[in-house]
């Protein structure tokens, strides 16, 4: 498994992460957390997190859709927030290979920091996923530092497929916070979100 990431990386700095690849149908499904009436965490000059997750989520999608990968929105607009099941059953009726949602934190501490990547207990794909895109985010050297940790959130648990939530920075962090407005910043947390997701693909339907 080392070989194969170590592999693929090599590929992607040489050939470009996001050339077509895919003979395989593979459908992942990207979450915007929030939405709607619902903001999410809101920062203290008013910034919501609902609007950062849906920008970053429509970057990764289009890194993805460059692979050849077919890739559904939960949410498209800031129109609804559908329910967090609701978010868990268009995943599995899409019988998606993979499920990924993506939000940014907050905390009453302001020096709270970092990329945070959650995966649900016991799901060992959804741990690999985790691992493999922080192993993404740290080589970049550009981004936040970045964890992975097990969690019980109802997305990750009621998904049929491997599924982790992405938190991609504390709002609450004004240097954070600053980083996640960056175009340029988020373009490149997307694009490592997205080299993850590929690589882990890779691993497991073209190589099983």
Do not use: W
Request: proline letters at 4%.
């Amino acid at each position: 498994m080392r070989f194969l990431v170590a592999l693929l990386l090599l590929c992607s700095q040489l050939f470009g992460p996001f050339d077509r690849v895919y003979a395989d149908a593979t459908c992942v499904v990207l979450d915007p957390g929030h939405g709607g009436l619902d903001p999410g965490a809101v920062a203290e000059d008013g910034i919501y997190e609902k609007t950062l997750n849906l920008r970053l989520a429509r970057q990764v999608k289009n890194f993805l859709e460059a692979a050849g990968i077919e890739v559904v929105l939960t949410r498209s607009t800031d129109g609804a927030c559908p329910a967090l099941i609701e978010r868990a059953v268009i995943a599995n009726e899409k019988s998606a290979d993979l499920f990924v949602s993506l939000h940014a934190n907050s905390d009453l501490h302001p020096s709270c920091e970092g990329i945070e990547l959650y995966y649900y207990p016991g799901s060992c794909q959804g741990e690999a996923i985790a691992r493999i895109t922080k192993r993404v985010i740290d080589d970049k050297g550009t981004l936040a530092s970045c964890r992975v940790k097990p969690s019980s959130y109802l997305v990750l648990e009621k998904t049929a497929m491997p599924a982790v939530l992405v938190e991609a920075g504390y709002l609450s962090n004004a240097t954070e916070r600053m980083r996640l407005l960056d175009a340029f910043y988020r373009r490149q947390l997307a694009q490592a979100v997205a080299e993850g997701i590929i690589i882990h693909l890779h691993s497991t339907i073209n190589y099983r």
